[in-house]
């Protein structure tokens, strides 16, 4: 249903604040419906035609647009300028897709795809003397356009006008009733066919015009500039209104409404055309309408090149004697592509999509591709097929723990062949193994990890496979806890780790054998041996050796000899169930401290400040608890001798 009449809503309902910067070409025009009821004005069909790339979207630009809106607004003015209805709110009564695809061989496949949408509002005016404008201005045109500055900043104006009593005011307006897609490629000539229509029969004059901004200093909303529209946008040189995309030859436009023209440069161009109404009887001018439309000028030029891999070596599993050939070529849209495969056989094909040929046997078969046979852009080349399928690559592995030989056992097979060389690959530095015959094979990891084994299988018949399974090596790290030394009848809590499964031996004072920590009642000398194991089965020793002295106590020799031969070099006591070491302090004969310590396995190496320290007799001072809690404290005196 026709939407109408005068439309007395504030714009201020309605604001149209975003960029839409896919808004690429537009016109407005209008239909005479007859006299009102009351026979003083007359009632008009208005039209505006927008045009968007359909392909277009915003992304992240802020404020940015990527479809229609819906309603847009138009104004109504005198000829001097004088508005006349408060906004006029035009609906989208319809949309169009508009789509060109190149379906040409010898060129590279190129779209259009835009979009035209109609909005229409009915308005009533009175007939004047010098009529009236009625106009639709707006931010902003495409992206980098190649004829106009900072187009996704510049404005567009479409208008129409509607003749005085002078005239004819119940004229209908020329407008641009062919709305189509073209693709345009660069130095190839194109022609379309840009004639107007008009319901009158009118005398209608062609010429390409200036496009029009929108006469606003910000162009963030539509614009209410009264007329005259004769601001142009800002062309780039050489371009302007009469030559918007140059060429050779140029663009024109004939008296009949032909676009002609060879482009010389690809890229976007605002394109605009002015048709010139006559009345066919008076020859009175009725006025100028004009149309704004994006050309797009594309690349199109592809070299045809016949391409697919020179060598298939068929080295399937599937021992069938199907092989499967891609097509890798680069032509036109609608190329075809024809193929002989050296079995006797051939096909001819637009797809490039790849596909199985079956052949007879096996063997080595000749191919060959020839793009767009029989035509000037054609190109060929021949490759070789080589049929011998049913080669299945496998490995075993036996064992799971580090340190032990992990045995590899080839278990691949190949029916149309002869598998001539392995290569193994344990996943370390320096683990691969020379190519050769070897189906089987050990290996011996130094640590548990995940690794990577790959076999690499090659054959008789140019063909190479390689299969890759991830192994884990599992470890067990076994401690039995350092070396000790107790007093006599002084427990000792055990320190196995390293696994899941703990066994001791001898068994003798242990409160349970069979776990990590148990604890060890006993007065003689005796070395612990402690198997670790995991759930995988992985296993590993250690041992740890417990002394018995009279205790508590503290032994401190009274010399040391730091000479550096292994012998007596470092100053250290040897506690005798003693359970916490408070200080262990040496000083010169000038009460300096030279050494501090509670490592009583380190003990001092005859040093003082990273120098050796002279010959002489130094005083010691220590503390420490027994295991019973009974504070120790001990000093003395220790000779260094060189």
Not at 246 to 260: A, E, Q
Not at 396 to 409: E, H, K, M, V
Request: charged share 15%.
């Amino acid at each position: 249903m026709k939407r109408a009449v005068f439309l007395v809503l504030s714009c201020c309902l309605f604001p149209i604040l975003a960029a839409g910067y896919h808004i690429i070409g537009g016109e407005i025009y209008y239909k005479t419906l007859g006299l009102n009821g009351d026979k003083t004005r007359y009632r008009y069909l208005i039209t505006l035609k927008l045009y968007r790339d359909a392909d277009f979207t915003c992304g992240d630009r802020q404020g940015c647009i990527d479809r229609f809106e819906n309603p847009v607004t138009a104004n109504v003015f005198t000829y001097n300028g004088s508005k006349v209805l408060s906004s006029v709110y035009l609906y989208i009564e319809h949309t169009r897709p508009l789509i060109d695809t190149l379906k040409n061989p010898c060129l590279a496949p190129q779209a259009q795809h835009l979009e035209v949408a109609f909005y229409t509002a009915e308005i009533e005016l009175a007939p004047v003397a010098g009529g009236y404008y009625v106009a639709s201005q707006r931010c902003c045109r495409g992206e980098k356009l190649n004829n106009i500055y900072d187009s996704e900043h510049e404005g567009s104006t479409y208008y129409t006008t509607i003749p005085g009593t002078e005239s004819r005011p119940n004229n209908n307006s020329a407008y641009f009733n062919k709305d189509t897609s073209i693709v345009i490629c660069n130095a190839l000539p194109f022609s379309l066919d840009y004639a107007a229509y008009d319901e009158d029969g009118d005398s209608l004059t062609y010429n390409l015009c200036n496009a029009l901004t929108d006469g606003s200093s910000t162009n963030e909303s539509n614009s209410t500039t009264p007329p005259p529209y004769n601001t142009t946008v800002r062309y780039i040189p050489p371009y302007s209104g009469s030559n918007p995309m140059g060429g050779r030859p140029g663009i024109s436009i004939s008296s009949g409404g032909l676009i002609t023209c060879t482009p010389n440069m690809p890229g976007k161009y605002v394109v605009t055309v002015c048709v010139n109404e006559y009345d066919r009887v008076t020859k009175q001018f009725l006025g100028t309408h004009s149309k704004d439309i994006l050309l797009t000028v594309f690349d199109c030029q592809t070299k045809i090149i016949a391409s697919f891999p020179p060598v298939l070596n068929n080295c399937t599993e599937d021992p069938a004697l199907h092989v499967p050939i891609s097509n890798s070529s680069n032509a036109g849209f609608t190329s075809t592509y024809y193929w002989t495969f050296g079995d006797g056989t051939d096909t001819l094909t637009d797809s490039k999509t790849m596909f199985y040929h079956q052949y007879p046997d096996t063997g080595v078969y000749r191919v060959k591709l020839v793009v767009n046979p029989g035509l000037a852009c054609t190109d060929s080349m021949q490759g070789e097929v080589n049929n011998y399928p049913g080669l299945v690559a496998g490995f075993t592995s036996t064992g799971l723990c580090r340190g032990d030989p992990i045995a590899f056992n080839d278990t691949s097979s190949y029916r149309y062949g002869h598998i001539i060389s392995h290569i193994w690959d344990f996943g370390v530095s320096d683990s691969t193994v020379t190519p050769g015959s070897q189906q089987s094979l050990t290996h011996t990891f130094t640590k548990g990890d995940v690794y990577t084994i790959s076999l690499t299988l090659l054959t008789d018949k140019n063909c190479q496979k390689t299969v890759t399974k991830n192994l884990r090596i599992y470890e067990v790290n076994p401690f039995a806890g350092n070396d000790t030394i107790l007093a006599r009848g002084q427990p000792l809590v055990m320190q196995g780790s390293g696994g899941d499964f703990y066994s001791w031996s001898p068994s003798d004072g242990l409160s349970d054998p069979l776990i990590a920590r148990p604890v060890l009642n006993y007065n003689r000398d005796i070395v612990f041996k402690l198997r670790v194991s995991n759930e995988q089965g992985c296993f590993g020793y250690a041992t740890v050796s417990v002394k018995y002295y009279t205790g508590p106590e503290i032994y401190i020799p009274n010399a040391f000899t730091p000479n550096g031969d292994g012998q007596n070099d470092r100053f250290r006591f040897i506690p005798v169930g003693i359970t916490e070491y408070k200080f262990f302090r040496i000083y010169n004969r000038w009460g300096v401290e030279i050494y501090s310590s509670t490592d009583f396995r380190a003990g001092w190496d005859g040093t003082y400040k990273g120098m050796p320290a002279p010959v002489d007799t130094y005083i010691w001072i220590l503390q420490g608890t027994d295991y019973t809690g009974k504070v120790i404290q001990k000093k003395g005196t220790v000779t260094l001798i060189r």
